[in-house]
């Protein structure tokens, strides 16, 4: 019986030795806290791990706490370099190996700070350049995390209906950071919003007024900053664009019409792709400030129309307008209407395109005032009445 026992034993080795692993660990985990000069905890940043063998790439958050935690990292050296909330470095480490245990690193600046005056070779200018940048960073990692939540909170504001509110969070955010275009653009379009909403004629434009002086500032900062800069942002011209489009929109409003035009032209040449919106805007404030059925602007509507239809072709509503400003030079021989050359394709154009839109009646009417047939994208003619 002895004996027995003595060979299970032996087997049970030898299968031991034989059997290959179930699991090759290849992976570790990572963790760390990350603080700043002051030793407070650096909030909703990352640390970017790099693998320098495989350039794998990792990019951990922060917590509240300035924490940070990942399983499943692949072993080897790396680059692990702490960015701000604005993607910019804090600081790095060089050469840092994950093994298939738990890895810790922490970024302490106030550590490292104090490190670097204990004798890393610097001169104290180049300490005192380096202590600067660290707490100009910190300053403005804070100053981003406040304006954040004041654009999230005048985001909500907003979506619910309460513009007030939202025009007092980004006051208070431009009283934080006067020098940031967005958050004066944010503010005139929460002034543009509340204007609509005013019974009082008086405080409506007072409204407006401020949209205007909200949306210009962020056109000379945006402005600065393109001017400025070594390499021009590739959608500068896309926001300045988007700027010049919603002051058109206040200036309009105010019925300063020439200011708007002025506005809606610069936006369409600084952003062609999206002219065809530019130009549809600018024909629509000379259409609705046209009140007295004027010539000229009738003209100019058409012609803004035009610029519309040229840009995307597919923008049906500006077919019907263009349409429009024309038969309101029509005249009358006879019993008949005689509107200028255009007038019926335009309005045909438009039935082709949006067969059901909200404008297709009146479209109709129209033609059948021309003695004009109805024709649409089916391919289906039938005489106007």
Known sequence: M?????????????????????????????????KDVEGKPITGAVVEWVNADTGRKY??????????????????????????QDNKEIFHYNGFTVSGDENTLDFDMKKEQANAAQGAGLTPEQLKQQQEQ?????????????????????KTASDAGDFDTAIAQMTEAT??????DLLWAKLGDYELGSATKQTDSA?????????????????????????????????????????????????????????AVKAYNQAAQLDPPGAGMYYFNLGAILTNANTTNNGDMRKAAAQ??????????????????????????????????????????????????APTGPHAEEAKAMLAGLGAPVETSYGTKKKGK
Do not use: H
Request: with cysteine; glycine share 6%.
């Open 2 to 34: 002895k004996q027995f026992f003595v060979v299970l034993a032996l087997l049970m080795l030898v299968t031991g030795l034989c059997a290959s692993p179930a699991f090759a660990q290849d992976t570790g985990s990572v963790k760390g806290v990350c």
């Open 59 to 84: 990019d951990i958050k922060t917590n509240n706490k300035g924490e940070y935690f990942s399983l499943g990292v692949q072993l080897g050296r790396y680059k692990v370099t702490l960015l701000g």
């Open 134 to 154: 660290v707490a100009n960073i910190t300053k403005e990692n804070a100053t981003i995390k406040n304006l954040n939540e004041k654009l999230a909170a005048a």
């Open 175 to 180: 009283q934080m950071d006067p020098n940031r």
């Open 203 to 259: 405080e409506k434009s007072k409204r407006y007024d401020a949209a205007v002086t909200d949306y210009q500032k962020a056109l000379d900062l945006k402005q600065k900053a393109v001017d400025a800069a070594t390499q021009k942002p590739a959608d500068a011209p896309k926001v300045l664009a988007s700027f010049y489009n919603n002051l058109g929109k206040a200036e309009a409003q105010l019925g300063k019409t020439d200011e």
């Open 304 to 353: 803004a129309f035009d610029k519309a239809i040229a840009a995307d072709p597919a923008r049906a509503d500006a077919y019907y307008w263009k349409g429009t400003n024309l038969i309101g030079a029509a005249t009358l021989q006879g019993d008949k209407m005689v509107a200028p050359p255009g007038t019926a394709e335009a309005f045909q154009k438009y039935l082709e395109l």
